[in-house]
């Protein structure tokens, strides 16, 4: 079974850095059983529309706009993002929900837009430490879940990836063990089914992220209901990248 691996650029490399970036990764994973995405700042979208064709690299935005079009300056939409050829976009990453209080009911309309222009979503959601000391992981989830995928037909769920990231493992170094993170996959294909079928929560795509490296990705992968991973810190380096791809 193909995994879907991920690479998160963040607000990191200028366009220059990018171009210098595929030149050595593109090698590198040209034979990737593999789906390798890259999730890019929205000024390098262009090149990759360019350099990324009839490659084997899927690539997608961070974020985009609740909006369609119109007076909201600094923003981007759905079509400006499908435009160049985003395959998808995230959605609900921890740093935008806490940096500019996004919320739930945002993230729902992102989606909504997203779908909307055949844009695939990798929704992010995942617990604080605290809400994770007071055993609230699952409750957490199924509210983000629950929001998120509200109003949503069950055959649109092809488009969606969920990404767990449990955010204190965000950059931390600091990772839930194999079995937890096993079990919370469990948990959330529980909600998906109790929000939609038993078909549903076995086909949805569910894949982690959080303080993954070339260390311990093969162990994590190895995780029988998990199809893949979100990667950001180790993503930068070329080679490291390709490795976990590997
Ligand atoms: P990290 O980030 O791999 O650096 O922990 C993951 C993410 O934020 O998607």
Redesign the pocket.
Known sequence: MKKFIVG?F?MNTTTHEFAKYLDKFLPLVKDSKNVVGLSIPYTHLMLASQKLVSTNVVYGSQNISTEEKGAFTGEISNLMVKDLGAYFTLVG???IRKKFRETNEQINQKIIRALSVNLKCIL?VGETKTERNANKTKQVLKKQLEIALKGLYENELKNIII?Y?PIW????GKMPTVKEIEKTVCDIRQIVLDMFSQKSAEKICVIY?????QNNSANILKIKNLNGL??????LDPVEFANITK
């Open positions: 998160n963040k990453h921890s740093e992010c990404a990231e493992a965000i950059g931390t992220g959080g303080s993954v490296n979100l990667i950001g810190g180790a993503c």
